[in-house]
């Protein structure tokens, strides 16, 4: 395989999961007032929209971290990590 191929399946995924992405987001964003108000409930009609919008604002933040892997770490022969 060629690294021509690659750049081709590497730019394939970007757009596909941009367009994805993309499509969450205005998704969310047209249903941003239902899932207030089934959500939020309460005050008012403006609050529950933000507060809508602040939980997907707080789940798309780039301050989220992976999941750690739960393998094991390697010993020394005496049991002590490297």
Same mark, same amino acid.
């Given at each position: 395989? @060629? @690294?021509?191929?690659?750049?081709?399946?590497? /730019? #394939?995924? /970007? #757009? /596909?999961?941009?367009?994805?992405?993309?499509?969450?987001? !205005?998704?969310?964003?047209?249903?941003? #007032?239902?899932?207030? +108000?089934?959500?939020?409930? %309460?005050?008012?009609?403006?609050? @529950?929209?933000?507060?809508? !919008?602040?939980?997907? %604002?707080?789940?798309?933040?780039?301050? +989220?971290?992976?999941?750690?892997?739960?393998?094991?770490? +390697?010993?020394?022969?005496?049991? #002590?990590? +490297?």
């Amino acid at each position: 395989m @060629s @690294s021509q191929a690659l750049s081709r399946k590497a /730019v #394939v995924a /970007v #757009v /596909v999961g941009n367009w994805l992405e993309f499509y969450d987001f !205005l998704a969310f964003t047209f249903f941003a #007032v239902m899932i207030g +108000r089934a959500f939020f409930p %309460g005050g008012s009609e403006f609050g @529950s929209l933000l507060s809508a !919008l602040a939980t997907f %604002g707080v789940a798309s933040s780039p301050g +989220r971290s992976a999941p750690r892997s739960s393998a094991p770490t +390697r010993t020394e022969p005496g049991g #002590v990590p +490297r």
